[in-house]
């Protein structure tokens, strides 16, 4: 285990850290985060002690790393900074032997047969077996950046310190790279720490996070703890929203530029327009509305301007709207009869599209609630309706949009109650 304990520090006559403690387990994956500038890149100087720290101490398995020599240290502690001495006469292969540094004894130690494999096999995993003859002169930024990492991996450490590992890198080397790091995090019981400047990277692959601003840490814990939205505006200073990933169980964070997001528009509900369009009858709006709709094609969370709303090739269709405060509702309700069937000559279908806009902020986990609200009134007026008419199936989506701008309604509650009495008085 890796603890640190009140550590402060930085350079002569600059503290840049202050108080920061924190413990990283074996196998475990520490994500080190925060803007420029919060001391990322100094706190792991001071774990692989190229700084000394003002106060506090840092431990490796219970010992104080002030008590270990340098090459005590390299045999459980292996380093990739973010920039690199070059010695561009070496060869891959040699840069990558140098990781076996902490196990030759005296002076001239020779490689064994057992240090050979490890190399080869560093080489193999980061990719870059292919390149062990060539120099580094020789290679990309990204291709360099797999040479250190296997280094540091033929060190075979108990811990393993990044700085922004993935420099250099594409995205596809990225995935990469932290698959396997997470991997040998596994099966080695290796802790991994790595300063990581992407957000959504360091959600995806960090078992636990330590958020640094100004020198400070505001936070350690799991990253559903820490990429909270307030939190991050705060510190990064710059507007954001999180979202669920779509395959993993684990958030991600969207920017919010404000060339795409500093436009409203006043009165949004009162710009929507009825538009035919081939046949078709269309909502439609200058706003970009966020939407969750049940429709079975297009259905689910998006974004819209143009709305379908009804075929108007029918003579039995009725469209209505009606506004309540921020609300405004329109539905399209197509009587289809089925007199094919001798013993139920009245019965009719109906087909109901519901349009439901809301002028207001709400998080997908509020629009789903106003979506089951206005499905269930929905549900109601047809449960009604089959008392007095041979009505059977009410097929058609509900669509819930909204505008993302601020609301004079002050609860969910409220929004949610005044969204189905809307649909339920419309189709009663």
Known sequence: MLEVEQLSGGYPGIQVLRNIHFKAEPGEFVGVIGPNGSGKSTLLKMLYRELRPGTGTISLN?????????????????????????????????????????????????????????VEEAMRQTDVDHAAHRTLDQLSGGEKQRVFLARAMAQEPDYLLLDEPTNHLDVAYQVYLLDTLKQWAAEKQMTVIAAIHDLNLAALYSDRLLLLNKGNQELFDQPSIVLKKQLLQRVYGTALSRISHPSVARQQLMLEPAHLTGDTIHGPLENLQKKEINDQLYVTSALNWKTLSSAEEGGGFNWARTFSLADLSSSCLRVEEDTDGCIKVYTA???????????????????????????????????????????????????DAARSEEITLWKGPVTVAVSGQESSIETQEEIRRRSARLVYDKLK
């Open 62 to 118: 219970g010992t104080s790393l002030d008590s270990l020599t340098q090459k005590q240290i390299a045999a459980q502690l292996a380093v990739l900074p973010q920039q690199e001495e070059e010695a561009f006469s070496y060869t891959v292969s040699e840069v990558v032997e140098l990781g076996r540094y902490p196990y030759q004894k005296g002076w001239f130690g020779r490689s064994s047969r057992e240090d050979r494999y490890v």
């Open 333 to 383: 309700v197509l009587n289809k009869d089925t007199g094919d069937d001798p013993k139920r000559p009245n019965h009719r279908q109906v087909f109901v599209c519901i349009l439901l806009f809301i002028d207001s902020e709400l998080n997908e986990g509020e629009m789903a609630g106003v979506l089951a609200s206005a499905a269930e009134a929905k549900g109601g007026a047809a449960a």
